[in-house]
């Protein structure tokens, strides 16, 4: 309530700042400013006293209401009330409505269930046979429903023979919404029955019994701390979360292929000699600006990394990191810009 109050107040505000700059030409600019640098502050201000503990969160939730609420209303303001011999301007302002129209729908409506699937392969001379691995990451919601549903659904239709969870399930406080989500996500978890296992590490949203509360009655094996799994063919390490965030991680070689995977991708900086890294984290950062990429990642890894992909690090080691399948809840603002939610699969197969 104090978050619409907030966008009211900052929403008359600016249509009269752009109503009365707009009776006559030569203050139309400086009232242009003057809104601009008041809104600014405004959210500045309000991203502390709205934060939740968060607020670096609340002034992006608060800079993109801004962006879709009270810049619009600016903007027609001064449309509507510009002098007649500011035909262009008018033009371009209606044009720039409808393009944060446009981003809006996109970025809040669209974008966030709009999931893709990743292919990746993986060949190596330490794989014997084909085997497809499936990572979902950062599902990260706070009502599993139909979305979630369907993201298990196209999960299983690939028929994967490893499924890897690298946290983030449930974001909601103690209570008992908490545990009847995060037991709801948990059976939908267990309808995926792979040939060799689903593992399931913490993220950054879990309670101190997650793998309790989410994973209680499945067939998913969750840990806390860093274990080494023999999974068929190869090994799988699943790290805890302070071990993931390690920059200086070092890990031993394996003499099977080995799978290392973490909720944050910061060990891939380290000296864990797997064959496959695998982490998530960072959504790709939910918004990527062109020829930028995220603004904000949370990691300490480049940017590029951050924004999600595949690449092989010079001594044969594969790193892939998922843009992830749900998004930030609690204070940060729920959309996704140039960033889908997605699926990765990759298939390890033998050097050809």
Known sequence: MREILFHVACSIATLGAAIAGSRAERRVRAALGFALVAMLLSVSVGSFVLSGGMPAFAFIRLAAGFGVIELPILIIGFVAMAPPSWRKRRAVGALAVLCVAGVAVDAFLIEPRALEVRYETVRSARVSSPLRIVVLTDVQTDAPGDYEREVMRRAADLEPDLVLLPGDYIQLPDGDAY???????????????????TFAVRGNVEHDDFVRDVFAGTRIRAVDETTRFEVGSIDVVALSFDDSFDPELGWPASERFQVVFGHGPDFMLGDVRGDLLVAGHTHGGQL????????????????EWAAGGHWEH??????????????ERGSAPRFRFRCHPEIVVIDLAPLE
């Open 179 to 197: 545990v009847e989500a995060a037991h709801r996500l948990g059976q939908m978890f267990d309808t995926l029955r792979p040939r060799l296992g």
């Open 288 to 303: 990527q600006i062109p020829f930028f990429g995220p603004p904000l990642t949370l990691s300490t890894v480049p940017r």
């Open 314 to 327: 010079p001594v044969g080691r594969h790193l892939v990191v998922s843009r992830g399948i749900g998004m």
